[in-house]
């Protein structure tokens, strides 16, 4: 959701940037980014100049990223030993990997922008205003602070410091939050939503706050669930009033709410341990030839009495299954003719014994396949080189074969080549 019609109020938007950002050296080095820098190393500082877009993927940047006016910045794993500042920029999106020092945002006009931190470390501070701001995945060394954002929403984040959300026009989300300090949310007027669904019931991901929650001059639906409050819940001008769900424990509260009353905090002396457990990676289905070759030679023919025979070793295919549902996969394979110029020999005549050369994922060798000389249709038609059932390891393993092709003597003499086609299924 990126709306493009909240104005914050200038003169506040202003002052705070005035503390958050300080100007870039004169005599640093500079680079202007308008285009995919892709996992480039910059000394210095990187800047985005107005209306321009910038792409980073796996870069390093040894100073300071600044983003301008109507810019957009698009950055995958990369890591910034300086500060990430943008003023009324088209958006700043950081997936993976750390950020030095702070990250600041704010729209001074009608520009409504929008700040994504996912999977992100970050050093220092996050301040954001007038903008769309989702934090997720994350880890924040400092404090988190929000002015007149359109929407806040906090997933599975730890904060060392403490997080201030002020005036979201369009609601606030907290699931799976950690706060060493404390959380004042104020001013909303839209759902303001603590470890809770709209409807008051817990959310899957509660929070744990370790100093204070105050909740003031909230004038929408306000939910508190699932949430440890070490200090106190501190209520105040709340319209309606907070309404507590389940699961909620607080040292003390302070105000009007409605709904079932939080437990009671740890005792003196105890210590609250908390740990966010998140959602497993989905995984992912790969295979690849393991060798720095396609080419699978079988050297030169022996004479063996009515045929001609000759050995070779497949290359081996690396197969990785993570997938956290571990369903069944299959590879198969199946060779073509044999052509030298104008003669073909049929693929029948190449047959093979599956092996698994290295197995940490569950992984089972094909049956033997014989030689068509000698019977059947050989590698002619599909056949399994390994496989593994549904619900086995996650890991990887590597299959190989044997080969041998036989050939009636009556085979024109020539250099033969086929294609062997390998095939994944699951």
């Not at 030993?81 to 920029?89: A, E, K, P, Q, S």
């Not at 424990?249 to 105890?270: H, I, L, M, Q, R």
């Not at 029948?348 to 089972?364: I, R």
Request: hydrophobic share 40%; aromatic share 4%.
């Amino acid at each position: 959701m990126i709306l493009k019609h909240w104005k914050t109020p200038t003169a506040a938007i202003a002052a705070a940037a005035l503390v958050a950002i300080a100007a870039p050296s004169a005599s640093a080095a500079m680079t202007d980014c308008t285009d995919d820098l892709g996992d480039a190393t910059i000394s210095g500082d990187l800047v985005v100049p107005d209306g321009a877009t910038c792409v980073l993927g796996g870069a390093t940047v040894n100073g300071s990223i600044t983003v301008g006016a109507d810019g957009w910045l698009d950055a995958t794993s990369v890591t910034v030993d300086g500060d990430v500042i943008g003023i009324d920029t088209y958006g700043i999106s950081l997936d993976g990997t750390s950020v030095s020092g702070d990250v600041v945002s704010y729209s001074e006009g009608l520009r409504g922008g929008f700040l994504y931190l996912n999977d992100l470390a970050v050093g220092g501070n996050v301040e954001a205003g007038g903008i769309d701001v989702e934090i997720n995945d994350s880890s924040v060394e400092g404090s988190v602070s929000t002015l007149a954002a359109n929407y806040v929403d906090v997933l599975r984040t730890s904060i060392e410091g403490d997080l201030s959300i002020d005036g979201s026009g369009w609601g606030v989300s907290l699931a799976g939050t950690v706060v060493t300090g404390s959380v004042v949310v104020s001013g909303s007027s839209r759902d303001v939503l603590i470890g809770a669904t709209a409807d008051g019931g817990a959310d899957q991901w509660g929070n744990t706050v370790g100093g204070d929650l105050t909740l003031s001059g909230n004038t929408a639906n306000l939910q508190v669930a699932g949430t440890t409050v070490l200090g106190a819940v501190v209520l105040d001008g709340n319209e309606p009033a907070a309404n507590f769900g389940s699961g909620n424990t607080a040292g003390a509260v302070d105000g009007e709410y409605t709904g079932s009353a939080p437990a009671a905090g740890p005792a003196d002396g105890d210590q609250s341990v908390v740990v966010v457990v998140p959602e497993p990676d989905a995984g992912e289905f790969v295979w690849t030839i393991d060798s720095t070759s396609n080419l699978v030679d079988l050297g030169v023919a022996v004479e063996n009495g009515d045929h001609f025979v000759a050995d070779g070793t497949l290359n081996p295919v690396r197969v990785t299954d993570t997938r956290i549902d571990a369903p069944q996969w299959s590879i198969s394979g199946q060779v073509s003719d044999f052509r030298a110029g104008d003669e073909t020999v049929s693929g029948k005549y190449l047959g093979w014994t599956p092996q698994v050369l290295e197995n940490d994922g569950g992984a089972v060798a094909g049956s033997p396949v014989a030689s068509g000389f000698d019977e059947g249709e050989g590698l002619s038609v599909s056949r399994t080189l390994g496989s593994a059932d549904a619900g086995h390891e996650r890991g990887s393993a590597l299959l190989g074969a044997d080969l041998e092709l036989k050939l009636p003597v009556s085979v024109e003499s020539g250099t033969y080549n086929a294609t062997l086609t390998l095939t994944a299924l699951s």
